[in-house]
């Protein structure tokens, strides 16, 4: 939902606000100060992340696999291309109408020339196909990634179970926040100074474009797959991954189009926007004299962050190969574990350091408050994890809580132990917030950064709150990596069993010994394969409130900004102050937070909705096609398989067209109605703004809430089939 709103806010204020635009100019000669040279080092480094992204995937290609294994791969995929490519037609018709509502807003209300326009308009492109090619490079990639994972399974080397998916992770997490970088910087550098903060914009609207249609319909598709798949097993007792069940290709695409090509979208739009807050807010609130320190410090905090992970990454590595290369069983959390905290402390020191050579001229302790508050951020990136753990993991209390109760009271225990672990997680993620919140805004003040901002001095605790954000982006490729690592493991269970390699093991074991000289253990691959799997859903969990996270502290910035865009508007027009934006002696302030509420509850209703609608029609389709007859070859019919993905398609897509239209709706019809030319008079600017925060709040509770309870549900069924081993009783 709040891709939604970002991409439509500069559309939706009425237009007698729009002339504070202007002021989103870069500081004049920007690109050729001496301060920048740093910069143009930074598109070296962030080239090199690029090719080091395109090697690991490369590498990871070039591993071998039993054929049949590399075909139920390569069948994934195939799915998932008609998927991805459905999308792109969708997304065609949404920039359609995204478009036109840019080209209205730059073009006639703000009176650009029509080359400007057709820049801006040119970013917007750039951001909607920014979003939808990393979502099939990530699809790419782990696709590849999934059938050699399978087979690594039989080696009896669960090292190489661990490296090859965290390989593919780093390989999109790294690829991913390069090309991001590439294309902010080509626009801070090179675009027209007069234009820079426009196409800042257009861009931002294009990320969030792609990224909610690809995330949303991704998250529809995937349960509604999921639950056509599982019902059939439960139904017609069948195996999980029963290759007759229609449903289980589907369910293999649903993992890859909700785990991977939405997570990855998102990412990109995350990492995107954020930093499009800062650049916004650092250009309308601070003096001209500190612009261009500030924007290219941000700017090599995320390139350090692209070598810090890196550098994480191989030591992590070493540590992993010292210790586990002739351990015939690992926990498979525990190195994922060991590289975020890696991560972290590698990209806590490069802050300080790079902050104490870039702004220590600044004079008092700014560099040092900066740093400080930035570290809150990357710290809490790490922190944020373990917390989730303690309710999502094979090993917490909470998961082995709901196997107990499974196991004493049923379905209803069940159900009521996993709400108890998704409750329980979203207070203790908002508990880590608040404190990262509250030490960040002790530092703005404790290093005088009031004084930093001048007249708008009172801002300076909202920059601290975008900084934190940006601090647990600043470990990104990690963070994204780790994420991916989930429906890799996910996929390589349901193509070993769909590989049906275990069907004639003789015949197997001959064929593996002749073309790869090993002799596979089958029994310790599915083993090891239901291991990895708890990790990939833990860390699944433990990304999504991160970003959840950043998103939540980084809207608070662009809200402020958006605020600070209107400051001369309101002033000369209506005579309002900055304070009386957001008065909670303002009864419309009140008012727009009861909203935010109320639409964040519609959304979880009406994208549930779309499931169940979608999984009732999938399961008609596959209980009147599957065929159970135990003569019939037991191979996967793909034809069937894909009428399965077309229907999870077409009804995620249509929920996904009732939530776009009902989300611009809303924020159209609210921002009305805080128009301080409506009934409400000057009183009603409050209430579209406390509406956008009580979103974000809500938002963040409502999707922890559920990413813990999902992962602690997950993570019982693990236990139940590799602890106890009493899978499908």
């Not at 709103?5 to 559309?11: D, G, P, S, V």
């Not at 910069?39 to 090719?51: D, E, I, R």
């Not at 390589?492 to 000289?517: N, T």
């Not at 037991?634 to 077309?646: F, G, L, N, T």
Request: hydrophobic share 50%; charged share 15%; net charge neutral.
């Amino acid at each position: 939902m709040r891709k939604f709103i970002y991409a439509l806010l500069a559309m939706l204020m009425p237009m007698p606000m729009l002339a504070s635009e202007a002021n989103l100019k870069m500081p004049s000669g920007f690109a050729s100060n001496s301060e920048t040279g740093i910069l143009y080092w930074g598109f070296l480094v962030v080239v090199l992340g690029m090719l080091f992204g395109y090697w690991q995937f490369r590498r990871v290609r070039s591993l071998k696999a039993h054929e049949s294994m590399l075909e139920i791969g390569n069948v994934i995929f195939k799915t998932c291309s008609t998927y991805l490519k459905q999308q792109g037609k969708f997304l065609a018709i949404l920039f359609a109408f995204i478009g036109l509502a840019v080209l209205l807003y730059f073009g006639v209300l703000e009176k650009m020339p029509a080359s400007s326009v057709a820049l801006i308009l040119g970013w917007t492109v750039i951001g909607v196909m920014g979003s939808y090619a990393v979502a099939w490079f990530g699809v790419r990639m782990n696709t590849y990634a999934n059938s050699r994972m399978a087979f690594a399974s039989l080696r009896r080397q669960p090292l190489q179970l661990l490296n090859i998916p965290l390989t593919a992770g780093m390989s999109i997490g790294i690829l991913l926040i390069c090309v991001e970088l590439v294309l902010m910087l080509t626009i801070l550098l090179f675009m027209p100074e007069d234009l820079a903060g426009s196409c800042f914009i257009g861009f931002a609207i294009g990320e969030s474009l792609g990224a909610s249609a690809l995330r949303i319909a991704g998250g529809i598709f995937t349960k509604i797959a999921d639950i056509g798949s599982d019902l059939m097993k439960v139904v017609f007792k069948i195996g999980e991954d029963d290759p007759r069940n229609p449903g289980v290709i589907a369910d293999c695409t649903g993992d890859n189009a909700g785990d991977s090509i939405g997570p990855t979208a998102d990412g990109f739009e995350t990492y995107g926007v954020t930093g499009v807050a800062l650049v916004s807010f650092i250009l309308l609130a601070v003096p001209a004299e500190f612009q261009v320190k500030l924007l290219v410090w941000i700017f090599v905090m995320r390139i350090l962050g692209v070598v810090t992970s890196v550098l994480a990454y191989y030591i992590n590595n070493a540590i992993s190969k010292m210790r586990y290369s002739n351990a015939d069983d690992i926990n498979f959390e525990t190195p994922l574990t060991s590289l975020v905290w890696i991560t972290s402390i590698l990209s806590i020191i490069a802050t300080f350091a790079a902050s104490y050579f870039l702004l220590a001229d600044l004079g008092g302790s700014y560099w040092l408050g900066l740093a400080t508050i930035i570290s809150c951020g990357t710290l809490g990136a790490a922190l944020i994890p373990e917390f989730t753990k303690l309710y999502t993991s094979p090993t917490s209390g909470h998961v082995k809580e709901v196997v107990r109760t499974s196991q004493q009271g049923g379905a209803s225990l069940n159900i009521l132990s996993g709400l108890v672990s998704g409750n329980f997680g979203s207070f203790w993620t908002g508990m880590v917030f608040f404190a990262l919140m509250l030490i960040a805004y002790f530092a703005s003040v404790q290093f005088g950064m009031s004084e930093l901002f001048g007249e708008y001095g009172k801002f300076a605790s909202i920059f601290a709150f975008g900084l934190v954000a940006f601090g647990m982006l600043g470990m990104g490729p990690v963070t994204i990596a780790v994420d991916s690592y989930g429906p890799v493991t996910d996929n390589a269970q349901s193509v070993y069993e769909l590989s049906l390699i275990e069907d004639d093991k003789a015949k197997a074991e001959k064929e593996i010994e002749e073309q790869f000289g090993f002799k596979p253990d089958f029994e310790k691959a599915k083993y090891y394969l239901e291991a990895n799997d708890g990790a990939g859903n833990t860390f699944k969990a433990t990304a999504k409130p991160v970003l959840i996270g950043t998103a939540v502290a980084g809207s608070t910035t662009m809200i402020f900004s958006l605020i600070l865009l209107l400051k001369d508007m309101l002033q000369n027009a209506f005579n309002l102050q900055l304070q009386d934006v957001l008065n909670l002696m303002n009864p419309y302030s009140i008012l727009g937070f009861i909203l935010g509420g109320c639409v964040i509850f519609w959304f979880t209703g009406a994208s549930m909705q779309a499931v169940t609608t979608g999984a009732n029609r999938a399961v008609e389709f596959i209980k009147d096609n599957i065929k159970l007859d135990p003569n019939a070859p037991k191979k996967a019919d793909i034809s069937k398989s894909q009428e399965v993905v077309r229907i999870c398609t077409e009804y995620a897509q249509k929920g996904m067209i009732n939530i776009f239209i009902s989300i611009f709706c809303f924020a159209l019809g609210f921002a009305c109605l805080s128009s301080p030319e409506s009934i409400g008079g000057a009183n009603a600017v409050c209430l579209f703004v406390s509406y956008l925060i009580s979103i974000a709040v809500f938002g963040l509770f409502q999707a922890v809430f559920m990413a813990d309870a999902g992962g602690a549900w997950d993570n019982a069924k693990k236990v139940v089939e590799v602890d106890l081993k009493a899978k499908g009783t």
